[in-house]
Nanobody, 119 residues
Framework: EVQLVESGGGLVQPGGSLRLSCAAS????????MSWVRQAPGKGLEWVSA????????SYADSVKGRFTISRDNAKNTVYLQMNTLKPEDTAVYYC????????????WGQGTQVTVSS
């Protein structure tokens, strides 16, 4: 059974930090690009960041560039999102997703973890 399980969300004050984790199982993790996608209340899905299968190439949405860092540990089948200098507009449900190539459809999605940035 394929599973992507996110964790690490929560309530944080503006300017604070959180580290999200996504543990993968049931598929060959090292063969997949991994992404983080978020959905703010009342809005559509927004792509946040991606990392290639080997971890050597990353990309970010302009809205998070310089504040968020994506990484992966292929030995642990886990992808991370370090989020610094959080803003209220970062409030969303954060999902991790897997696809075989940068132009492919997402094959697998996690259940999401809530991040709320508020004072």
């Amino acid at each position: 059974e394929v599973q992507l399980v996110e964790s690490g969300g929560g309530l944080v004050q503006p300017g604070g930090s959180l580290r999200l984790s996504c543990a993968a199982s049931g598929f060959t993790f090292t063969s997949y690009y991994m992404s983080w996608v978020r959905q703010a209340p009342g809005k559509g899905l927004e792509w946040v960041s991606a990392i290639n299968s080997g971890g050597g190439s990353t990309s970010y949405a302009d809205s998070v560039k310089g504040r968020f860092t994506i990484s992966r540990d292929n030995a642990k089948n886990t992808v991370y999102l370090q989020m610094n200098t959080l803003k209220p507009e970062d409030t969303a449900v954060y999902y991790c997703a897997a696809r075989v190539g940068v132009l492919s459809q997402y094959s697998y999605w996690g259940q999401g973890t809530q991040v709320t940035v508020s004072s």
